[in-house]
């Protein structure tokens, strides 16, 4: 769902993303902050989340574009154990306050584009 003040951004070719597998890394400005970012395909459908763990806001990835146990089927936070669902980011077991942070993608025509909301922003050169 899209709101009037938002706008989609390319994001990456949607062959990039495989179902449980490497995320596609980008960067946004989340609360005038420069943050990571990351999208996965889950179930056949594209999710992305800032890269900052409810627990403790510091990146998740236990390997570069790795947030995904070994079944596929969660989100993990390296440092904390804290695991979230991929699909809606809920944190569903282990250390965290709330869920990851959502950011609104689509896909179609072969392309994901991300979308901007009133507290993600792309980052201006």
Known sequence: ?????S???????SADLHEG???????????????RAFAVRFQGSVHAYLNRCAHVPMEMDYQENRFFDDSGRW???????ATYAPDTGTCVAGP?????VKIVLTESEGMVHWHTANHIQPIEF
Do not use: N
């Open 1 to 5: 769902m899209t709101t009037d003040f």
């Open 7 to 13: 706008r989609a951004i390319p994001l990456c070719p």
């Open 21 to 35: 597998s490497l995320a596609v890394p980008f960067d946004v400005v989340y609360a005038g902050e420069t943050c």
């Open 75 to 81: 989100l993990l936070c390296a440092t904390h154990g």
């Open 96 to 100: 965290c306050r709330g869920g990851l």
